[in-house]
């Protein structure tokens, strides 16, 4: 009796100190198989879904075989309003009648005389079968502490899932199901402290604001959600995805194989590409910045911020590359050319000017554009219907002397202007416009 309550003691110890389901398993197998010396025990649990049952632990001769082991549905209703603790000899017949003959077989050869089942609050969370040796049935001080341990155990593994399900979401971002920022340090921070080599790639949808703008929050939603998908598709059992920002992502690979990164990235970029909606009339793109470790970053804070600086040169050269960091990258370029920082906007200016012509061509039957600045020179270019153009023109700092313009949209209808949007541009501002139109006058000066 001593050593049955020392075991039980020792049990309840081990299970109230932990919320590791692992430990859970194994005080409770470990706590059973002292006192019951059964022949075999056999414990399957409910996975998370509906009728799902695994095979978590087994000991002794139990020979596991699935289609056998798994209740039917009939008996798992009976089951759910019975005792938890079910006999298979005469007060157990309305157990055994709702199995199959081959359930009742196995039953039979593998000696199991009890089934118990793990229940909270009348919702099975798993299955024991005990086999004992030479189908001896159990005593009652056995079944009383068989009970007690499936009891508290099943009280102990709801509280263990209830915290693991917390700690889930707490790392998982909502809206994608990656994981989130915070846990992105966390990963990022223990790879480096066990000196594991690794590769780190951050991605960056580009002008993903103005994205918003134009298309709307839902469908900012939609994309981001598209993007977290593919990465989903592409990542391995051995890379974690997290969604680090609003439009930024990242993917801690093993390894520090640079060639494969980058084969990783063009087909997230593909991936993307190819889920982009056809009307879309601003093409998505997206810088990839790759940082190694240990070879290159040292430790956890340069192993981020060496891939966020290959991002930001990756948007330097144009947007929508791959760069990779490599030492002496974070050495500025002071190019005195401003034409260089324009040409950077032309996407912005392109996506800008599409919408809004998309919106005149709805509203309006005559359609006369105005985009204008306030005082000096004046170009003007005009586009009809059988000969529609492509408008480039390039106003950089050196020869128009530009830091700056507010640019109001207008259409002209029966001799009024109707004012569409005003757009102020800092930020050493007139860039490229690229757009195609019909019937419009396209006006620009400069502050």
Not at 103 to 118: D, F, G, K, P, S
Not at 163 to 177: G, H, M, W
Request: net charge negative.
């Amino acid at each position: 009796m001593k050593e049955r309550e020392e075991v039980f003691d020792h049990f309840i110890t081990a299970v109230i100190n932990t919320l590791n389901t692992d430990e859970i398993y194994d005080a409770a197998i470990e706590a059973l198989q002292d006192i019951l010396q059964p022949g075999g025990l056999l414990l399957m649990m409910n996975q998370n879904t509906r009728h799902v049952f695994s095979v978590i632990r087994k000991c002794g001769s139990i020979a596991c075989t699935k289609s056998y082991s798994v209740p039917t549905d009939s008996m798992l209703q009976e089951l759910k309003d019975s005792p938890n603790l079910t006999m298979l000899d005469d007060s157990g017949k309305h157990i055994l009648a709702l199995m199959t003959p081959r359930q009742r077989e196995w039953l039979n050869i593998e000696n199991i005389t009890a089934i118990y089942t793990l229940k909270y609050n009348q919702v099975i969370i798993g299955f024991l079968y005990i086999a004992t040796h030479d189908g001896q049935d159990l005593t009652p001080e056995e079944i009383k502490y068989l009970e007690k341990i499936c009891y508290y155990s099943s009280y102990a593994l709801r509280n263990a899932n209830l915290y693991q399900n917390a700690y889930r979401a707490s790392i998982t971002d909502d809206l994608t199901s990656l994981y989130n920022r915070k846990h992105a340090f966390e990963c990022i921070d223990n790879v480096c402290q066990h000196q594991k080599p690794s590769t780190l790639i951050v991605l960056d949808i580009d002008d993903f604001k103005l994205y918003n703008e134009l298309y709307g929050a839902q469908e900012g939603d939609n994309l981001i959600h598209r993007f977290a998908q593919v990465i989903l598709q592409e990542i391995t059992s051995k890379d974690i995805g997290f969604r680090f920002g609003s439009d930024v992502f990242i993917v801690l690979k093993e390894g520090t194989d640079l060639e494969e990164a980058r084969d990783y990235c063009k087909r997230i970029v593909d991936g993307i590409t190819d889920a982009t909606p056809a009307n879309t009339v601003w093409d998505i793109t997206i810088t990839c910045g790759i940082s190694v470790f240990p070879d290159i970053s040292t430790d956890a804070a340069s192993f981020l911020h060496n891939a966020e600086q290959a991002i930001y040169y990756g948007k330097q050269a144009g947007k929508g590359n791959i760069e990779v960091y490599r030492p002496g990258i974070d050495e500025r370029s002071h190019d005195p050319d401003i034409r260089a920082a324009y040409e950077r906007v032309a996407p912005t200016i392109y996506a800008l000017t599409a919408v809004f012509f998309k919106l005149i061509d709805s509203v309006f039957h005559r359609k006369r554009l105005l985009i204008r600045t306030f005082g000096g020179h004046c170009i003007k270019t005009v586009c009809n219907r059988e000969n529609p153009c492509h408008i480039r023109n390039i106003l950089t700092g050196k020869s128009a002397g530009i830091t700056g313009a507010v640019i109001t949209l207008m259409v002209a209808d029966n001799g009024r202007d109707h004012v569409i949007h005003v757009w102020q541009i800092t930020d050493h501002l007139c860039g490229i416009f690229h757009m195609c139109f019909h019937n419009g006058i396209f006006l620009v000066s400069k502050l």
